[in-house]
């Protein structure tokens, strides 16, 4: 289907798809029906570590991890020597469509970018995040995302596999709700993204009651959709906690109580502590007088940035509460999503292992693909990254990504890989 975009965007969507297809920089030719990855340690994503093994890949699909065996004959076989293999990893909250403009200021829908323009933004978006070793993100508030999605699932634009909310949700009625929960259902959205409290800069206040709450949430899960929930006061999340919807992104504001209350109901608890903030301090002038970027919402993300650590740190000794990843990436920060992981090891003291896991099988399973994606292990897609480093010795290493394969199809290897196909 062709979205708002229209036709001058597909098209542009089709050749650049067509280019990363046919140009080596950007992915190599199909995979040998059987690929044999060789690593010095494999990282499953369930929080186990295997040493000089193995990943056999057949048709895009795990089929084996473990000891070293023979290759089998016409197989391709990809030694990786000392660099870590771990799954490909998920960011369950990152919003490609968001860019600056050749001007150097974030894009809005008045400063004369066409459809063209913003589309092919987000697919170089995309491309800096599948580079970055992630290779499924998911998006929650932008209609272009169902086109994306599209061109990178079939027409072999470069990206992660994308998971969408289109439009999210902030206002109407509980039947106006519920109405519009069933209409995402019909445009092709994968969840729900509802607006329970302000933006961090507008102070976080919870801004629908908890019968809205209450009505979009139970609606989603008749429909069989996951609802992800912007809350930052406590408030709030007290009130999206006692709804038992899905997730609840950011909760800077969350206390011991409102945690307690997201275990004991199976909320997933979604914090960001660095990257979203820091990102956005850090490229100022690029935002600034656009809406409430001014002067108290910078000064609002900075008081948040030790609360957001805070947080995660109360979150990790929180008995039963998962905490999954999403780092609320936007314009600037596409490519630099793995720098929340180092944060919450740095600044909440998570161990480098339980990070890894939250940002691969927890996410999988958060987002109801805990049996496709998130794990190294028979049966997954063949999402598989490798860094030059040891991760769990030194989490920062999760910045040296040098190889790259999604649903089998090596898309970067830019270490030094000896590759050979066994005769």
């Not at 919870?206 to 959709?225: H, N, P, W």
């Amino acid at each position: 289907m062709i979205g708002r975009l229209g036709q001058a965007a597909t098209t542009a969507l089709s050749a650049l798809a067509f280019v990363a297809a046919s140009g080596p920089a950007l992915s190599q030719s199909p995979p040998a029906a059987t690929t044999v990855i060789r690593a010095a340690r494999i990282l499953d994503g369930r929080g186990a570590t295997l040493t000089n093994a193995e990943v056999v890949v057949t048709d895009g699909k795990i089929v084996r991890v473990g000891a070293r065996t023979a290759v089998p004959a016409g197989a391709r076989l990809i030694d990786l020597g000392a660099r870590t293999v771990l799954p490909g990893l998920i960011d369950a909250h990152s919003h490609l469509t968001w860019y600056f403009n050749r001007q150097g200021r974030y894009h809005t829908a008045r400063d004369g970018d066409t459809p063209v323009q913003s589309m092919l933004a987000a697919a170089a978006n995309a491309a800096a995040t599948l580079n970055a070793g992630f290779t499924t993100v998911e998006s929650p508030g932008s209609p272009e995302d169902k086109d994306l999605r599209e061109w990178i699932e079939t027409q072999g634009l470069p990206g992660p596999r994308v998971v969408t909310s289109l439009n999210s949700i902030s206002r109407g009625s509980p039947d106006t709700l519920r109405q519009l929960v069933r209409q995402r259902k019909e445009q092709g959205a994968d969840l729900i993204k509802l607006f329970a409290s302000a933006s961090i800069r507008d102070g976080g206040t919870q801004t629908l009651t908890d019968e809205q709450i209450a009505a979009v949430c139970s609606e989603a899960r008749s429909q069989g959709l996951r609802v992800m929930v912007h809350a930052h006061s406590k408030e709030s999340v007290m009130a999206v906690a006692r709804a038992k919807c899905t997730e609840i992104t950011h909760g800077v504001f969350a206390d011991q109580e409102s945690l307690d209350l997201m275990a004991a109901n199976g909320v997933y608890f979604q914090p960001q502590c660095s990257l979203v903030f820091s990102n956005y301090l850090d490229n100022r002038a690029k935002y600034d007088g656009i809406g409430n970027y001014n002067a108290e919402g910078f000064a609002a993300m900075e008081r948040a940035l030790p609360l957001a650590a805070e947080v995660i740190r109360k979150a990790l000794a929180t008995p039963n509460l998962k905490l999954t990843y999403g780092t609320d990436a936007v314009a600037g920060a596409h490519g630099r999503n793995a720098e929340d992981m180092i944060c919450r090891v740095q600044k909440s003291g998570e161990t480098p292992m339980h990070v890894i896991v939250s940002a691969t099988s927890v996410n999988a399973e958060a987002m109801g693909l805990g049996n496709r994606i998130g794990s190294i292990a028979a049966g997954y897609e063949a999402d598989i990254i490798a860094l030059d480093g040891d991760p769990v010795a030194d989490i920062t290493n999760v910045r040296r990504v040098s190889f790259v394969m999604k649903g089998g199809k090596v898309v970067r290897n830019d270490g030094t890989a000896q590759t050979a196909s066994i005769r």
